[in-house]
Structure formats: structure tokens, C-alpha cells
């Protein structure tokens, strides 16, 4: 009884959402949480394939639903009833009228109650029309409608429906609005220092100082301007436009979020939307070096001994070629045993892991020298020991405190001790390490067709986009015939110094 009285309990509760590219088109995609051991989902189309679209559009949505929630909410707080009127004779001539009940509020509500359901119905009232397709907003809505018609007809608060011009928004600084905006968004240091000087710069163009008042900044033709300025700033590249742009999102949202009654998102619908900066413009990935390498594995630095999980997806990537998020999103569950081998299996089974194409989502035998280093083992003994289960993640910080996916976190950790040993430079990155791995494969002379389905590429052609004839034994076969024989030493060292983990 009580295992099903918690299902229905949590039945009622949504998780997040996130964004989901499927078919070329994005989606608005939550898990709710299991009822009876079944897993649901609630998905809906957002009917583009630009990011930066989708994700704007899933906030407006979600933001309305909440907003409609609340709205329900007051609602049924709301206390009316029917004022019964009785039959009266008019006149001299004893003609009856007959005077209808009139629908009238409760002397007993609270002012701020009545005060707080025309604020949020002011606010989903000019945005109803968006969602008119929903049948449930559109039900709603009307009762909705009755009853703020009918607080405005008989009055008695200190509110006008679609107006806050007789409120006064809170005095609220630029720098406190920014200062507050960058510890809510918890960026590394340099992140941080980025954003400071970018918002000191605009507020100089603008004639601004970071004492002037928030309001003082967020007007439409403000952001209009500034927006402007950097889209046609032939000097920048597209991909520090959009960066630039996300600051300025950031920075308004997160006031809207401080302060909703007064600062709404609408001044944010006419910023300009800006490609992503063309391959052949970016800087290209750069493979390591063996001299890098060896600096990156050397046992004499301590951080890969208090990170051990790091060293072993560094790995990951450098012998299969795994993108950051496939590497540090493995799951004890996708390290398994296929035609009696041990593989790692690449797939998106969860709101955080994300491939980029359907070739990504592979099986991949663990090569001989991952297997003589001790990584089966050493993940075997961990989830024995931890008591892990198959959906726990070996890099277990890559989830943040509320379940999303830690993007920065490669940042924070690992980069900085990269920088710390001098191979964290313009091209070198998590990437590098598929680099390595391809041209590896490609030096031993590996045919494309198994250096696909190894790597995850989708191939030029037909022929190189299907390796079906392949078995799994022969791809391993063909695997093992290259091998990073220069890092052994450095191998032979971790092989002991992991045994004692």
C-alpha cells in the first residue's frame, strides 16, 4: 500500500527538461519519474533545428506552464459565490422583474492573493494567444478570464489588470544584477573574469556606470543596440558573437528571474541569430604530441592519483577516439561483455549523454593495453566495493547537484592541471585525444571501414558508412594492430600505482 500510495505522490512531480535533437528536429523532452518501475516521458516538438531557437522556445514554454500552474493555483484560493436576488414588484402598475443572481467575491479572500492572480494573469493573458492550441489552456483560460473580469468590475484592490505602472520596481544596481548573476551561475575563475570585463565594456559604451540602476539598462531599444553592435563587428568571429549574445540573455533573464513583475524576457525576441562560425574559420583540434602525452601520463604528477577516474576516461578517449561527452558520461553499465570480450558500449540512454549521429552509438572492444593496465578490474572491484549500480556514472561529478549534465567540469579539473604541466594550449583540448587516437589507427594502417566503426565516423561514401560485414572479433583483430608503445613505461608505473586504489 504505501509503495503505491509514493508512486502516485511522485506521479505528480516533473523533472526538468532538456532539449532532444531527433530527426534533424529539436524536442522538449522530461522524464517523469517511474510509476510501478515504468519509465514515462513527456515530449513535444519545437518544430526548429537552430539551438539557440530551441532552447529560447523551451524556456518561454515552461515558463508559461509554470506560470498557467500558478495561475490554477490562486485560482482555486479564490472564494466566490452567488448573491441570490429575489422577485420585486416595479411601479405602480405591480409589474414583476425578475433580478438575476449575481456572481460576487468572498469578503474573506486576502488582498495579496487577489493582488498576486491579476499579476500572473496580466502576464499569460498578453502571451495566450501563443498557445490557443492547447486545449487545456484554452478551457482553463476562460474561467480564468470570468474571474479577473470580475475582481477589475467590482474592484477593492490596488491592482489594474496588463499594468504595473503604479508599482515601483525595487532599486537594484548593475554591479549587484551582475554580481549576483555570477555567483547564481557558479563559472570558473576565468569564465567570471570573461563576463566581468564584457559587461564593464558595455556599460562604458552605453555611458553607464555599474552603479546606475538596473532599469536604466533593460529597455528594448538598449539591448537592440547592443545586440547590433556586436552582429556587425566584422572584427569577431560568429561563434564569440553568440557567446557574447548568451552574456546579455544570461544577464536579462536573470534579472527577469529576480525581479518578474517588473522585467520581463519580451526585449530578448528581437536579438539577431547568428551562425555558428564555419569550420574552415575555427581553430582547428590538434593531436598531442608524444611528447605531451608522456608529459600528461608521467606518474610523477599527483593529480591523476587523487582523480583517478580522470586518468582512466583520458584513456577512454585516447584509445577510442570518444568525444567529452560520450567518454565522461560512461556508465558501469556500458562497460560489458560482447562475443566473450570486454567492450565499451557507446549509446544515449540518458538526459545527459548526447552523440552526435547515429555512427557514435557503437560497440567497442577495449584494447589489450587498457585491459593489461587494469581497467576491468579496476571498475569491477570500485562497483563491488561502492555497492554501484549500472546506471551510476564512473565519473560520478560529472552530474551536478540538481542532475544536469556538469559541462564544466573538464574546465575546472582537468584543463587547469593541463595548463599546470604546459600542454593546454590554442588547439589542444578533450578533442585532441580522437585525434590522437584516428591518426594512431590510421598510421597502422587500418582500413576506413574499421576506423569507423572504432571512432564513431559516419564515412565519405556508401561503402565506408557500412561495416556490417564486420564482425566484432575481426574489428578487434584488426584494433590491436596498433598500440601506443611509447607510453608503456608510463603504463607499467599506473598499472602498479592503480592496483592500490
Known amino acids: 500500500m504505501f509503495s503505491n500510495c509514493m508512486a502516485k505522490c511522485m506521479a505528480k512531480t516533473k523533472i526538468k527538461p532538456h532539449l532532444w535533437l531527433r530527426n534533424g528536429f529539436f524536442y522538449c ?80 479572500n486576502k488582498p495579496e492573493t487577489l493582488i498576486e492572480f491579476m499579476k500572473v494573469f496580466s502576464d499569460i493573458n498578453a502571451n495566450i494567444e501563443k498557445y490557443r492550441q492547447e486545449k ?28 504595473n505602472a503604479n508599482i515601483t520596481p525595487p532599486k537594484h544596481t548593475l554591479k549587484y544584477i551582475l554580481e549576483k548573476m555570477l555567483q547564481n551561475a557558479n563559472n570558473c575563475e576565468a569564465e567570471t573574469k570573461r563576463k566581468t570585463n564584457f559587461f564593464n565594456g558595455v556599460f562604458t559604451k552605453l555611458g553607464l556606470s555599474p552603479d546606475d540602476d538596473y532599469s536604466t539598462f533593460h529597455k528594448t531599444d538598449i539591448i537592440d543596440k547592443i545586440s547590433q553592435d556586436i552582429a556587425n563587428d566584422v572584427n569577431v568571429k560568429n561563434d564569440n558573437k553568440r557567446q557574447k549574445l548568451r552574456y546579455i540573455k544570461e544577464f536579462v533573464c536573470f534579472a527577469c528571474e529576480l525581479e518578474p513583475d517588473f522585467y520581463k524576457k519580451n526585449i530578448l525576441v528581437s536579438m539577431p541569430k547568428i551562425e555558428k562560425t564555419k569550420k574552415s574559420e575555427r581553430q582547428p583540434h590538434l593531436p598531442y604530441s608524444e611528447v605531451q602525452l608522456k608529459e600528461i601520463f608521467n606518474p610523477k604528477h599527483e593529480f591523476f592519483k587523487d582523480n583517478p577516474e580522470l586518468f582512466w576516461i583520458c584513456l577512454v578517449a585516447l584509445f577510442t577516439g570518444a568525444r567529452a561527452n560520450a567518454a565522461t558520461t560512461l556508465q558501469y553499465g556500458d562497460i560489458i561483455v560482447k562475443d566473450g570480450m570486454y567492450c565499451f558500449e557507446f549509446k544515449e540512454n540518458h538526459a545527459i549523454k548526447h552523440l552526435k549521429n547515429d555512427a557514435s552509438e557503437r560497440i567497442v572492444p577495449i584494447h589489450k593495453q587498457l585491459l593489461d593496465l587494469g581497467f576491468v578490474e579496476y571498475f569491477e572491484f570500485k562497483k563491488i566495493k561502492e555497492s554501484k549500480k549500472n546506471d551510476d556514472f564512473i565519473l560520478s561529478k560529472i552530474l551536478t547537484s540538481g542532475g544536469e549534465y556538469n559541462n564544466k567540469y573538464l574546465d575546472r579539473y582537468l584543463f587547469k592541471f593541463f595548463k599546470e604541466i604546459g600542454v593546454k594550449d590554442k588547439g589542444y583540448d ?69 592496483a592500490k586504489k
Open 136 to 163: 487545456q489552456v484554452v478551457e482553463n483560460f476562460e474561467k480564468f478570464k470570468k474571474l479577473a473580469d470580475l475582481i477589475e468590475k467590482q474592484g477593492g484592490i490596488p491592482f489594474v489588470a496588463g499594468s
Open 430 to 498: 578533450f578533442h585532441s585525444f580522437r585525434k590522437n587516437a584516428s591518426l594512431a589507427l590510421q598510421s597502422a594502417g587500418l582500413i576506413p571501414t574499421i576506423i569507423n566503426a572504432i571512432i564513431g565516423w559516419e564515412g565519405k561514401d556508401t561503402m565506408e558508412q557500412s561495416y556490417s560485414n564486420f564482425s566484432l572479433k575481426q574489428i578487434k583483430e584488426e584494433y590491436e594492430k596498433f598500440s601506443y608503445d611509447f607510453l608503456q613505461p608510463e603504463f607499467d608505473k599506473w598499472k602498479k600505482i592503480m
Open 29 to 108: 523532452r522530461m522524464e517523469l519519474p517511474r510509476v510501478e518501475g515504468k519509465r514515462r516521458y513527456l515530449c513535444y516538438s519545437l518544430y526548429t533545428n537552430d539551438y539557440y531557437e530551441a532552447l529560447a522556445k523551451m524556456v518561454e514554454i515552461n515558463d508559461f506552464n509554470d506560470k498557467f500552474n500558478k495561475l490554477s493555483q490562486l485560482y482555486s484560493q479564490i472564494n466566490v459565490y452567488w448573491r441570490r436576488n429575489q422577485s420585486s414588484v416595479f411601479g405602480g402598475y405591480g409589474f414583476m422583474l425578475n433580478i438575476p443572481d449575481e456572481l460576487v467575491l468572498s469578503k474573506n
